[in-house]
C-alpha cells in the first residue's frame, strides 16, 4: 500500500511513500496528512470467514490486505498487547442496551480510554522501525488528558523512543495528571505547563518552530515524529474495531450479515469515526456516520450547513473535555475523498487564514450521504448518565453524547453500535455529579461514591494510583520547556 498526501505535492516531499515512512515522519506536503492511495475491498468471504475469529485474528487478516510495510512478527508482536486488555479473548465488548442500541467499549486497555485501541500496537511498531533503521525519534506531546497517559505507556522502556509530553498544569482530571506523573520509564519526560490545555499546545508549536531546539536534535541526532491522530500509524488500527463491533451483533444473532447499521461515534479530533469511514468504503455494511459532538460543535456545523466556521468561537471547556475543539485534524482526510487535493489545499488554508471555508452544494451533498451529526449539551449529557444508570448502565460523559444523537436514530429498524471512548474511572467527579448531585469533589471521593452506589470496584490500575510514588512533580514556567527537555535528552 502507498501512501499520498491531502494537499498534493510540494516537489520536496516524494510522491508517494510506504507505511513506514507516514508515520516516521507523518506530516506531508504543505502541512497535509497522508491518506491511502487506494482502499482495498473488504469482500464477503472476508467478513464471512471471520465471524468465527479472534480480535487479533481479524486484525492480522485486515493488516495482511492492507499490506503495509512491517514484517509478520513485528505485527503479531503488537497486536499481542491485546491480550493485557480486561480480556484477552475479547478486547472489545459489545453491550446491548435497547432493542436497536449497542455499545462498543473501547475501554479495556492500561490507561482506561480509547487511546489504547490504537496507541498500543503503534507504539510497538514505531519503536521496531526506529531500532531496525538504526534512528532514534522524540515523541513530542500535548495532552488535554488521555492521549498523555496512552502515549506514555506504550513508549515507557521502548527502545530508540523518547517521549516528552507536556499537560496542562490546571486542566486535567485527578486520575490523568497521576497516570502521567507516576510513570517511571527512563525514556519519558512528563511537564505540567503553568496554564490550560491551549498554553500547553502553544508551548509544543513554539518548541516545533524553534531553531535552537532542532539544531540540538540534529546534534543528537534525533528525529522528530508525533503520537497524535493525524499519524495514520493510529488510524488503521482504528478501522480493525468497527469492523470487530459489527460482526459481534452478526454473532450474537441481533442482524444478519450484509444488514446495514448506523457507526455513532463521540468525536473531538475525528480519529475514531475516521476508522467507521475507512472501514464502510472498504465494505462494511453502513446507513450512517453519526458524528457526536458536545458544545464545541464545529464538526456537527460543518455536516449540517456546509460550512466550517470558527470566526467567532471560542473553546468551551466542558464536561466530556476529550471532545473540547475547534480545528478537528482529520476531517481533512474526508474533504481530500470528496474535493480532491488542489481543493482540499485550497479549503485548509482558508481554515488556517479566515478561520472559514465552505463546501459548494455538491460536495455538501456527498458529505451528507455519508455522515448525520448532533450535538449534546453537558446538562443533557447527564440526564443521560442517570437515566442510562437507572437502567443498568454506567456511561462517561464523552460516550453520553452519543444518546443524544441516537434519539434521531432509534426506531428507524436500523440499528445503531455507539462507541464507549472512557470508563467511568476517568471522568469520576462529572459521573458522580449526575448519579449522586454532589460538586466540587476530588477523584478519589467521586470514584468511591460511583462504586459504592453502583456496588462494583474501583479496577486496580486506578485506585493504585493514589498511593503511587510521584517522578514527575514539576509544573514549570512556559519560558523552561525548552531547556528542560533538552535537559533530559
Ligand atoms: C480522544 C477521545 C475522544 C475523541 O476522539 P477523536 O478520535 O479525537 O474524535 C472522545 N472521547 C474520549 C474519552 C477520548 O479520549
Not at 540534529?218 to 491522530?229: D, R, T, V, Y
Not at 444518546?403 to 467511568?424: D, L, N, R
Request: include cysteine; aromatic fraction near 8%.
Amino acid at each position: 500500500m502507498k501512501f499520498i498526501q491531502t494537499r498534493g505535492n510540494d516537489k520536496i516531499h516524494p510522491d508517494e511513500v510506504e507505511f513506514s515512512e507516514a508515520i516516521l515522519s507523518p506530516i506531508a506536503s504543505f502541512g497535509g496528512l497522508y491518506v491511502p492511495k487506494e482502499l482495498p475491498n473488504l469482500s464477503e468471504e472476508f467478513f464471512k470467514k471471520h465471524l468465527n475469529s479472534s480480535y487479533k485474528e481479524l486484525a492480522s487478516d485486515f493488516l495482511d490486505i492492507f499490506d503495509i510495510d512491517i514484517e509478520k512478527e513485528a505485527i503479531q508482536k503488537a497486536l499481542s498487547l491485546y491480550d493485557n486488555f480486561d480480556d484477552s479473548s475479547n478486547p472489545v465488548p459489545v453491550v446491548k442496551i435497547e432493542d436497536d442500541l449497542f455499545i462498543s467499549e473501547l475501554y479495556h486497555g492500561p490507561t482506561r480510554a480509547f487511546k489504547d485501541m490504537a496507541l498500543q500496537p503503534f507504539g510497538s511498531i514505531l519503536s521496531y522501525l526506529a531500532q531496525k533503521r538504526n534512528e532514534n525519534y522524540l515523541i513530542l506531546a500535548a495532552t488535554s488528558g488521555d492521549t498523555g497517559p496512552a502515549a506514555l505507556e506504550t513508549f515507557k522502556n521502548k527502545p530508540n523512543i523518547k517521549v516528552a509530553c507536556m499537560y496542562p498544569g490546571s486542566g486535567t482530571s485527578d486520575v490523568q495528571r497521576l497516570q502521567m506523573v507516576t510513570e517511571d520509564g527512563k525514556n519519558l519526560k512528563i511537564i505540567g505547563i503553568d496554564g490550560n490545555f491551549d498554553d500547553a499546545q502553544k508551548a509544543l508549536k513554539s518548541l516545533l518552530a524553534s531553531d535552537n531546539f532542532k539544531a540540538k536534535l540534529k546534534e543528537k541526532n534525533i528525529s522528530l515524529s508525533a503520537a497524535n491522530s493525524v499519524n495514520f500509524g493510529r488510524i488503521i488500527f482504528q478501522v480493525i474495531y468497527h469492523i470487530h463491533s459489527y460482526l459481534e451483533l452478526v454473532r450474537k444473532n441481533e442482524i444478519d450479515m450484509g444488514e446495514k447499521v448506523y457507526l455513532n461515534v463521540p468525536s473531538g479530533n475525528f480519529g475514531n469515526i475516521l476508522g467507521g469511514y475507512y472501514a464502510m468504503k472498504m465494505g462494511l455494511a453502513v446507513e450512517k456516520l453519526v458524528v457526536s459532538s458536545n458544545e464545541n460543535d464545529v464538526l456537527t456545523r460543518l455536516i449540517n450547513s456546509g460550512e466550517y466556521d470558527i470566526r467567532n468561537s471560542k473553546l468551551i471547556p466542558t464536561t466530556s473535555p476529550a471532545m473540547d475543539i475547534l480545528i478537528s485534524s482529520n476531517v481533512e482526510r474526508v474533504i481530500f475523498d470528496i474535493c480532491g487535493a488542489k481543493r482540499t489545499k485550497e479549503l485548509m488554508s482558508a481554515l488556517e487564514k479566515e478561520r472559514y471555508y465552505k463546501l459548494n452544494a455538491q460536495e455538501l451533498k456527498t458529505l451528507q450521504d455519508i455522515f448525520i451529526a448532533g450535538s449534546c449539551s453537558g446538562e443533557e449529557g447527564q440526564e443521560y448518565i442517570k437515566s442510562s444508570f437507572e437502567k443498568g448502565y454506567l456511561l462517561d460523559p464523552h460516550t453520553a453524547t452519543c444518546f443524544k444523537t441516537y434519539e434521531s436514530c432509534k426506531g428507524s429498524g436500523i440499528k445503531t453500535i455507539a462507541y464507549s471512548t472512557a470508563e467511568w474511572t476517568k471522568f469520576s467527579p462529572t459521573i458522580a455529579n449526575a448519579l449522586t448531585g454532589e460538586k466540587g469533589t476530588g477523584d478519589i471521593e467521586a470514584l468511591k461514591a460511583i462504586a459504592s452506589k453502583a456496588d462494583i470496584e474501583i479496577p486496580p490500575m486506578i485506585n493504585e494510583l493514589f498511593t503511587k510514588e510521584i517522578k514527575h512533580p514539576d509544573v514549570i514556567d512556559k519560558e523552561q520547556i525548552e531547556s528542560e527537555i533538552l535537559k533530559f535528552l
